[in-house]
């Protein structure tokens, strides 16, 4: 079993910066690739960003390559996004995720590839 929470949310202008936590607890912490994915108003849960088990390996969506960074600290079960030069557009419910099912160098974008999620935190960007 895994749980995730999140925090780190809040309003912020644009151009600004935030860093979001997702703190784990379970035993497959660890070795388990981890994914941010956000939901915005009126839209569908995306991908935002994945990191394998050990933080060498990552990958992000095309909208936020250059401005976000994932990073992990296995030592204390947290894994963090970093955003920066907030846009209106990233407005939206930010969730950590679990990959506990596949290998610990997957780097999966589809929301159904996790198999544990946080409660969400708001982000709210403003112009």
């Known amino acids: 079993q895994v749980q995730l929470v999140e925090s780190g949310g809040g309003l912020v202008q644009a151009g600004g910066s935030l860093r979001l936590s997702c703190a784990a607890s379970?035993?497959?912490?660890?070795?388990?690739?981890k994914g941010w994915f956000r939901q915005g108003p009126g839209k569908e849960r995306e991908f935002v960003a994945a990191?394998?088990?050990?933080?060498?390996?990552?990958r992000y969506a095309d909208s936020v390559k250059g401005r976000f960074t994932i990073s992990r600290d296995n030592a204390k079960n947290t894994v963090y996004l970093q955003m920066n030069s907030l846009k209106p557009e990233d407005t939206a419910v930010y969730y950590c995720?679990?990959?506990?099912?596949?290998?610990?160098?997957?780097?999966?974008?589809?929301?159904?590839?996790?198999?544990?999620w946080g409660q969400g935190t708001q982000v709210t960007v403003s112009s």
């Open positions: 995720a679990a990959n506990v099912g596949s290998s610990g160098n997957a780097l999966a974008q589809l929301s159904d590839r996790y198999d544990y």
């Open positions: 379970g035993r497959t912490f660890s070795s388990s690739p």
């Open positions: 990191i394998n088990w050990n933080g060498s390996g990552t």
